[in-house]
């Protein structure tokens, strides 16, 4: 890895971008890039710093074009000044330890801000909320679609999306014990979970047309053949995965955030 102090900045400009779904989050000031040195080696990657500036804070990331931020940091500045973009950590900047994460900045709500992860997982993208006052993480979870702010309570943010969890069992091969422990964690109805059997054939069916298509054969008899070289896997002894709506209350209770189903199973499939 190339170390920061040896990349120069090469262009400096200012533009107009945001992050995805950047209308649910508050507006930054300023959002500004710098393009930086980049590896010799590795030309086609482009080096990159982009400052969100919000009124108290900046929230910088540096990235090197591979999977995942190099570096994520938030640097509190003085109210109402113009604060610079650059590659230098400043005075008072706090990196993000990449055992907290090390994926990308999405955006900040009333003081919270909100990072996604590197690569979904489970059909699902991961994220983080931290709370920019003392740099805390308050949870971790997955979500399908977007991430959505239905009101405040107190100045903090109710946070309404589609939730993707992955169990530790199987419905399919583990049974009635799986679905209730799923039923207990989430607060779905252990009877709405009847959709994974259709959910696992379904994962199934599309996983050997996938293969068929990629050995450029057609037909419902290689889609048997394959249908039969899954079932040999054993992919219905692959852990559940189930996605719900919920809604997440970063006032919670003493002990943290909540997580409160807003409704029964929507999905159900094998993990990846």
Known sequence: MILLTRLLPLLFFAVAIAPAHADVYDKPLSVKKLRLRGDPQNPTLKH??????????TIKQIDYGEVGAERLSIWPV?????????????????????????GYFAGVKSGYAFFTADDGVNGGMGFIVLRLSDRKKLFEDAYLGNLKFIEERDGLPLIR??????????????????????????GVTKESLAICVK??????DDLARDRCKAAGQVGAACIAKEAGIIKEQKWDASPTVVV???EADLHGTAAGPTIKA?????SCYPAD
């Open 244 to 246: 719900y709506e919920v």
């Open 48 to 57: 990159e710093l982009t400052c969100h500036a919000y009124d108290g804070y």
């Open 78 to 102: 003085t109210a109402g000044k113009a604060a610079p973009c650059r590659e230098a950590m400043e005075a008072g900047e706090t990196e993000l330890p990449a055992e907290m994460w090390s």
């Open 262 to 266: 807003k409704g029964n199973a929507l």
């Open 161 to 186: 999306y589609q939730r993707v969890y992955s169990a530790k069992c199987s419905v399919i091969t583990d049974g009635a014990g799986c679905a209730a422990s799923i039923a207990h964690e989430t």
């Open 199 to 204: 959910g696992y054939r379904k994962a199934q």
